[in-house]
């Protein structure tokens, strides 16, 4: 068999095989640069805003259309609003894609009381979906970063690792990426 004389006559073309990876490799690309966009375009927030008892429902109900909000009521000088607003500040970074606020108690809710505090309400497509009253549901007096992630697991908020994990295994599984790797 001459090769050469193969692709003379029209029969054998060497970059068949590179039109599939150029193919596949082409709409990787473009998958990637949709997924880079989406999660830049999801990355906005990033930090714990302070907002006043006033823009509750614009800060919260309603810029909850699309996004989770994570709101925070505190009274300052309390310990446990304190320790809990240190480690969302911390918690905000790695989550940009939620929005985390918080406010004084009673500037949101008059006669808020004390004995609840921290009080955090999660909201999803302006609807409240969860509220917590205390430290308990975010690691007691555990309360750390891994707690609190943890928590927002749970509730939804935030994609766990195995979720991240499942969802890059299924990309890995693609049958271009089987192609490419056979």
Not at 26 to 46: H, P
Not at 107 to 115: D, G, H, S
Not at 164 to 180: G, I, N
Request: charged share 35%; net charge negative; hydrophobic share 35%.
């Amino acid at each position: 068999y001459d090769a050469n004389e193969a692709i003379l006559n029209g029969e054998f073309d060497p970059d068949d095989d590179d039109d599939d990876e150029d193919d596949y490799l082409a709409k990787f690309r473009a998958k990637r640069r949709q997924q880079m966009e989406a999660d830049r375009s999801k990355n906005i927030f990033g930090r714990i805003r302070r907002i006043p008892g006033a823009d509750y429902v614009t800060e919260i109900t309603e810029s909850s259309d699309g996004h989770w909000v994570v709101a925070v009521l505190v009274e300052q000088g309390d310990e446990g609003s304190d320790a809990l607003i240190r480690i969302m500040e911390k918690t905000c970074v790695t989550h940009a894609d939620v929005k985390f606020v918080s406010m004084i108690a009673t500037e949101a809710i008059a006669k808020f009381p004390r004995k609840q505090l921290p009080c955090v309400l999660v909201y999803h497509n302006k609807l409240m979906v969860k509220q917590t009253t205390g430290l308990e549901a975010w690691g007691g007096k555990h309360l750390s970063t891994d707690t609190v992630d943890k928590a927002l697991q749970e509730m939804g908020v935030i994609a766990s690792e195995e979720q991240e994990e499942d969802e890059d295994a299924s990309m890995r599984s693609s049958k271009y990426y089987s192609k490419m790797n056979a």
